[in-house]
């Protein structure tokens, strides 16, 4: 008896593999079975490279000189240094050197979308190496930075006006030593960033390690420029919070998301000014109030708590929000009491946001107290359930 042969589709083949994209094992083991399935396996196995020291430098640079047709798979690359002793100030040092070794290797990487730098000093690298980085730049749409450091603010903006397709920029723990002068400010360097806004920026997230105003008042050079579908920021910066609204003006009609935590608060003149409205925001869909510390936390304004995120609540415009959340770190139920209620359960009930889901996330020093709470915010807000969805989450 003959058997014939059955050939399956490539097609197919390609989207089985596709299910295995985070399985290595398995994507090795296709890898193996033929050389139809090899492409698709090795396309999963390489789309994401992490090089942690000089060794992993080394052994990919081997790798690559072997099978050149793994550059082209390369799609994220992270370079994450560890700390190695202190500096005489008493600073954690970065062990970083062996990020020059990579010098060689970027230029091959020119399908790379995704770039991680983590606990890097951008100031002290070979010119050679921020030269091989900056072709990489060119076609990466999502940017991570976690504890990278700089010289000078100046040095910050000149890096991030390096990536005209830039897309996502998550800025976490970025630092630079100097601050002044500003890059703005100076006539006779400012027009050194004047493609800084051309890149089209969909997602920003800014941590209050970091000084968010530098990269806000950098995107606002183009406000016309932005636009924006999430942002998440945590800002501490009490007396400049005129730049989140400007940020959330720009930003207008195309924000969809937006996650907001002061921990040092909002100025009583910054509610007064309405300068956190929410008002140019018609697309917002999802409003998130992060860091609502009741025992932190300083009443003005009729004695409520959190005058900005009622303010902020009044401002929306937006007829198609389906969800607003909030995180509340409290020590007993009667801290709860302090929170203007009334004026909360007037705005999530406006006949607009029928059907929204509400979700607060409590957190209490005191244990065994999630019936409680759950009574006392269920109870203030009568209003809003006959029209939406509650749910109360004690963590």
Not at 142 to 166: C, H, K, M, N
């Amino acid at each position: 008896m003959k058997f014939s042969r059955v050939t399956l589709p490539p097609e197919l083949c390609d989207e089985t593999i596709d299910y295995l994209w985070d399985d290595i094992e398995s994507l090795r083991a296709c890898s193996l079975t033929c050389k139809a399935w090899l492409p698709s396996s090795r396309y999963h196995l390489f789309r994401n490279v992490r090089l942690r020291h000089s060794d992993d430098v080394v052994r990919f640079r081997s790798l690559l000189t072997s099978a050149p047709s793994i550059a082209p798979c390369v799609r994220k690359l992270s370079l994450s240094a560890d700390y190695d002793g202190a500096t005489p100030e008493g600073a954690a040092q970065e062990d970083d050197a062996w990020v020059n070794g990579t010098a060689e290797l970027l230029p091959l990487l020119s399908h790379i979308t995704t770039l991680g730098l983590a606990r890097v000093r951008w100031h002290a690298l070979n010119d050679e190496t921020r030269a091989a980085f900056a072709g990489v730049f060119k076609s990466v749409r999502q940017l991570f930075l976690f504890e990278v450091s700089f010289d000078t603010a100046r040095d910050v903006i000149a890096f991030l006006s390096g990536f005209p397709a830039l897309q996502e920029l998550y800025f976490q723990a970025v630092s630079w030593k100097d601050d002044s002068p500003s890059p703005f400010e100076d006539p006779n360097t400012a027009h050194e960033f004047a493609e800084a806004g051309s890149m089209h920026l969909s997602y920003l997230f800014l941590d209050p390690k970091s000084s968010p105003t530098l990269v806000t008042e950098w995107l606002l050079k183009h406000p016309e420029e932005q636009r924006l579908r999430t942002i998440q920021l945590c800002w501490r910066e009490l007396e400049n919070t005129q730049a989140v609204g400007d940020l959330l003006q720009a930003s207008g009609s195309s924000l969809e998301s937006l996650q907001v935590e002061f921990p040092a608060g909002v100025s009583e003149d910054a509610v007064l000014q309405n300068q956190l409205s929410l008002a140019h925001n018609t697309g917002l869909q999802a409003l998130h109030f992060g860091g609502l510390d009741v025992r932190a936390s300083r009443a003005f304004l009729s004695q409520r708590l959190f005058p900005w995120v009622t303010a902020m609540l009044s401002q929306v415009r937006s007829r198609h929000l389906q969800e607003v959340s909030f995180s509340l770190d409290i020590a007993s139920v009667s801290d709860l009491v302090a929170l203007d209620w009334a004026r909360i359960d007037r705005d999530l009930s406006r006949a607009e946001f029928h059907g929204l889901v509400v979700l607060f996330y409590v957190s209490c020093e005191r244990e065994g107290l999630e019936k409680e709470i759950r009574e006392e915010i269920s109870g203030r807000l009568g209003g809003f359930q006959q029209r939406g969805t509650l749910c109360i989450s004690c963590i």
